[in-house]
């Protein structure tokens, strides 16, 4: 009775002459089975026809990190510290995120996942957090990776704060140089990075489920001080049993 969660995945191109790998921590689908889902993969593939068909057997939607969103999709052009793009991924992220949020399918976005659902409801973005938000904190630090912290502000009266019910300031990691700007349609912000007040998690005040967080708490599990991010994944869990029983 467990629900199926798709989980998407980006591309890996290590060779010129070499076919590309489709590419997905394991930490991803680890999560997903701790929490008591069937983690479904879902690749970047360019027939909507298959893509739709994929889609209409999840009960969920994971949307998991990678590389930047093309500014094009948020009415911008590229700016010189934008990072690499992949306009395959692109074309099939946002689509999925669009069909889940009409049919009411939970989602869930981890990092680029966070900003994909901003984007895919009529956001923008910060195309690089150190370059463009003054006074910001290092969000992304290449040789830290996921040993890369800042603390974190959970807004009051928000659902986090009700799942998280504390006024201190929580631990995260920060592996992002893009973040939220403006958000998009019925999108609310639920917490942000502590001091520099960077958008670190978003939810749709919609009828359904859709939930955003820059942090990976993949990364989390079992790592002394940081944030328990249980509580987030098992709600999403929860919501994706319930559209599956029809509740």
């Excluded at 394991?26 to 068909?53: C, F, M, N, Q, W």
């Excluded at 966070?114 to 409801?121: C, G, H, R, T």
């Excluded at 998690?201 to 919609?206: F, H, P, S, V």
Aim: hydrophobic share 40%; glycine share 10%.
């Amino acid at each position: 009775m467990r629900p199926f969660i798709g989980i998407t995945c980006g591309i890996f191109r290590d060779r010129d002459w070499c076919p590309p790998a489709i590419l997905l921590r394991k930490t991803y689908t680890d999560a997903i089975v701790a929490a008591g889902g069937v983690p479904l993969i879902i690749p970047v593939v360019e027939d909507e026809d298959v893509l739709r068909a994929l889609y209409d057997r999840i009960d969920g939607l994971l949307i998991s990190g990678g590389g930047d969103i093309d500014p094009r999709h948020y009415g911008e052009e590229p700016l010189p510290a934008l990072g690499p793009t992949d306009p395959l991924r692109d074309n099939v992220e946002l689509p999925l995120a669009r069909w889940a949020v009409a049919d009411g399918k939970p989602v869930l976005g981890i990092c680029r996942g966070a900003q994909l659902i901003n984007v895919a409801l009529g956001g923008t973005l910060w195309q690089d957090v150190s370059s463009l938000v003054a006074g910001s904190l290092v969000h992304y630090d290449a040789e830290k990776y996921d040993e890369n912290f800042h603390e974190l502000r959970i807004e009051e009266d928000s659902v986090l704060s009700r799942l998280f019910p504390s006024s201190d300031p929580f631990l995260v990691n920060s592996i992002h140089h893009q973040a939220v700007r403006d958000l998009g349609h019925d999108l609310k912000i639920e917490a942000r990075s502590d001091p520099d007040g960077v958008v670190e998690a978003i939810r749709w005040e919609g009828p359904s489920y859709v939930f955003g967080m820059q942090w990976h708490p993949e990364f989390h599990d079992g790592r002394e001080g940081l944030l328990d991010c249980a509580p987030v994944l098992e709600e999403f869990l929860i919501e994706a049993l319930r559209r599956r029983d029809g509740h």
